[in-house]
């Protein structure tokens, strides 16, 4: 599983990979080397013809659940690619709320005689990493907070990550993002 990732991109940068549109304020990025699970993530989503970034919490919450965010005892940051379109707690989102995660790399660790091993996994050419996803809106009916959290979906490893980990996120092209984000198949290149 996924479960670390790092952002070093530029407001500029996202704006052009993802044709944002324009009428949003610029944001102020901030490079971050350990992103984990339940820290804010920046998504991009698509809606009324329009793209835009919006901040999340990373590991989905989905809009049915009545009980306490501290009572969300499941690791639902990830998603596995083969179960999200059956799964509870993933197949409202899958069917309307797709996002694209902007990363630089992610890790992934291995298990050795001396404890875990992490690996770090970018392009060659350094180029931004998309990663699918999902998001969904929450709130919480004990304090009243409203919270738009996200999630990553998970497939099984290629054959280079799968020298250490089992799985890997699913990771699209350009012309794969208005696809995905409208929940229509990507058309093979």
Excluded at 136 to 141: Q, S
Excluded at 165 to 188: C, Q, T, Y
Aim: contains cysteine; positive net charge; glycine residues 6%.
């Amino acid at each position: 599983m996924c479960g670390r990732f790092t952002y070093k991109l530029t407001w500029a940068e996202i704006v052009k990979l993802y044709r944002l549109t324009l009428d949003a304020p610029a944001r102020n990025t901030q490079a971050r080397y350990n992103i984990c699970p339940t820290t804010p993530v920046d998504v991009t989503v698509s809606g009324d013809g329009h793209r835009s970034c919006i901040p999340t919490r990373w590991g989905l919450i989905p809009a049915w659940w009545n009980k306490a965010l501290k009572e969300m005892k499941l690791a639902t940051f990830n998603a596995r690619a083969d179960t999200v379109a059956t799964k509870p707690m993933f197949r409202s989102a899958f069917k309307r709320n797709r996002c694209l995660i902007p990363a630089s790399g992610y890790y992934e660790w291995q298990d050795t005689p001396e404890g875990k091993q992490p690996y770090y996994f970018t392009r060659r050419d350094g180029a931004p990493i998309t990663i699918a996803g999902l998001w969904d809106e929450w709130h919480d009916r004990t304090d009243g907070a409203h919270i738009k959290p996200a999630t990553m979906i998970i497939t099984e490893a290629n054959a280079f990550v799968a020298e250490v980990h089992d799985r890997m996120p699913v990771i699209l092209d350009e012309n794969a993002f208005e696809p995905w984000l409208s929940g229509k198949p990507a058309s093979r290149s």
